[in-house]
């Protein structure tokens, strides 16, 4: 396997884990929780605490639309829909600290530091969301093509070469892997972009299935990768 080949097959292999990281265990949502702030709060508690919150949140954001922008691995679609959510949050963000440093009474206030926490779950859904969908379009639109490319070069040796039935077996399950990610991950990102914070709020799994469905993908694409070193190892 010439250099060409060997950085296509660790570049993929290592992308291949970041996507299993990121699917890893499920992310702190403790800031989304139910807010600590409750009955018999004062005015000056329940604005402190909604400029902390806000703040945090707009911190997140401003991060992660950056991200989004300077991902190339993102079809348009997925992050004009990703941009979309995390701007549309970053303004509600920006009104709601507005707001809560401008209320005069507990009541109003506790009503619009209650909304970070109902209306918008940044940390729970639209962070998340936006991993979930920026990993599996990194799968399906680079790391299993360049897959592919280095499965067919290897499919071309072998056929070159004399007949070796355990590296054929090896390629076989190579292609099957790379195809099983295929499948995996050809709905997640649509999948993760439909989940709503009202979703959220009324089943607090709702993005756990697509996590695990990217954690498998991710796997198939790592195990594919071993496949072609075993097998380009076995070639020399």
């Known amino acids: 396997m010439n250099r060409t080949w060997r950085a ?26 139910d807010p600590t702030v409750g009955p018999g709060a004062s005015l000056a508690a329940i604005q402190r605490a909604g400029a902390e919150a806000t703040d945090r949140r707009i911190d ?3 991060v992660a639309i950056a991200r989004v922008d300077g991902n190339d691995a993102l079809t348009d679609d997925d992050r004009a829909a990703i941009l979309n959510t995390l701007t549309a949050d970053l303004d509600a963000m920006t009104d709601l600290a507005g707001q809560i440093a401008g209320d005069t009474t507990v009541a109003d206030a506790a009503a619009d530091y209650h909304a970070i926490f109902t209306d918008y779950r940044v940390y729970a859904v639209a962070l998340p969301q936006s991993l979930y969908a920026a990993s599996a379009d990194a799968l399906t639109g680079s790391i299993l093509p360049r897959l ?9 040796r072998l056929a070159a070469g004399d007949p070796d ?49 990217l954690r498998d993908a991710g ?18």
Request: charged content about 25%.
């Open 219 to 236: 796997q198939d694409a790592r195990d594919a990768a071993r496949d072609a070193r075993q097998i380009a190892q076995g070639l020399r």
């Open 8 to 33: 296509m097959l660790a570049s993929a292999g290592v992308a291949a884990a970041l996507v299993v990281a990121t699917a890893g265990p499920a992310m702190a949502v403790d800031a989304d929780d």
């Open 165 to 213: 039935p355990d590296l054929e077996a090896l390629l076989d399950e190579m292609q099957q892997k790379i195809q099983d990610a295929e499948a995996g991950a050809a709905t997640i990102a649509a999948d993760a972009l439909a989940v709503t914070p009202a979703d959220w709020n009324a089943d607090h799994t709702v993005l756990t299935d697509i996590r695990a469905e």
């Open 148 to 156: 592919q490319t280095v499965h067919d070069n290897l499919e071309a």
């Open 60 to 62: 997140s954001l401003n």
